[in-house]
């Protein structure tokens, strides 16, 4: 059975940084895609990037962030940079067994496998 832990998150101020990580126990990583969502308590969880068949960000990450993925240790790692206090969420990594495309990254029902989630709060 596929999972995934999330670690990285943390309490920053503005305009600081973070490496957020993802590591996949069992399961085959390179045949998955892996995505990062957010969520805000009392909102939907959106699209923040994936690394599918090549990296995809969202809008408001666009610019300010890297994901990458290091195939040997089963992990993808989410860059962010000139954080606010809107990027206060919980981040959740997620998995989709094979390559997500440019229809479908942003889907969260692509996705099959979840985290639990790791929270980045951003100080004023």
């Known amino acids: 059975q596929v999972q995934l832990v999330e670690s990285g998150g943390g309490l920053v101020q503005i305009g600081d940084s973070l490496r957020l990580s993802c590591e996949m126990s069992?399961?085959?990583?390179?045949?998955?895609?892996i995505g990062w969502f957010r969520q805000v308590p009392g909102k939907e969880r959106e699209f923040v990037a994936a690394?599918?068949?090549?990296?995809y960000y969202s809008d408001f990450m666009k610019g300010r962030s890297t994901i990458s993925r290091d195939n040997f240790a089963k992990t993808v790692y989410l860059q962010m940079n000139s954080l606010t206090p809107e990027d206060t969420a919980v981040y959740y990594c997620?998995?989709?067994?094979?390559?997500?495309?440019?229809?479908?990254?942003?889907?969260?029902?692509?996705?099959?496998?979840w985290g639990q989630g790791t929270q980045v709060t951003v100080s004023s």
């Open positions: 997620a998995a989709h067994v094979g390559p997500l495309g440019g229809t479908s990254y942003d889907i969260e029902d692509e996705y099959s496998y």
């Open positions: 069992e399961g085959t990583f390179v045949q998955y895609s």
């Open positions: 690394a599918g068949r090549k990296q």
